[in-house]
């Protein structure tokens, strides 16, 4: 769940991005996992679902990195944080994420995508077994 005021706005990166409202320190935890809200669902639960939920969970979740039973998709905003090379977001922990470094208000918070998956980055729709 965000933990820091954001809002949802066109991305010159992807789509929709997510933006700081206001300014956030580096080392600032601007996320934390929280079962309330970011789900985690089985796997065996995602690969049976089919049309636009299936759709939606192969663009927004993710695989869960504490148990791979699992995926997490995220109830909030932060589902739509985008990948960057350099990010500002620092998302090694599955239960925290943390500013790298000041983020300007009006700026697009980003993470790097490949501390989800193993073997690089793909959408989980996109990947083979």
């Known amino acids: ?10 991305s010159p990166i992807q789509g929709i991005g997510v933006f700081a409202k206001n300014h956030i320190p580096r080392g600032t935890l601007v996320w934390k996992l929280n079962p309330n809200y970011d789900r985690r669902i089985p ?4 690969e049976r679902e ?6 939606y969970l192969d663009r927004y ?46 700026e697009e918070m980003t993470c790097d995508y490949n501390h989800f998956f193993d073997t690089g980055f793909d959408f989980l729709g996109d990947r083979h077994p």
Not at 43 to 46: G, I
Not at 50 to 55: E, F, M, Q, S
Not at 65 to 78: G, H, K, S, T
Not at 80 to 87: G, L, Q, S, T
């Open 1 to 10: 769940m965000m933990l820091v005021d954001v809002y949802l706005d066109k």
């Open 61 to 106: 979740s993710y695989p869960d990195r504490r148990d791979p039973n699992y995926i997490v998709f995220e109830a909030d905003d932060a589902r739509y944080m985008n990948h960057a090379d350099n990010p500002n977001c620092d998302v090694a922990s599955p239960e925290e994420t943390y500013a790298l470094r000041d983020i300007a208000p009006g």
């Open 43 to 46: 796997v065996d639960v995602y």
């Open 50 to 55: 089919t049309g636009p939920v299936k759709a």
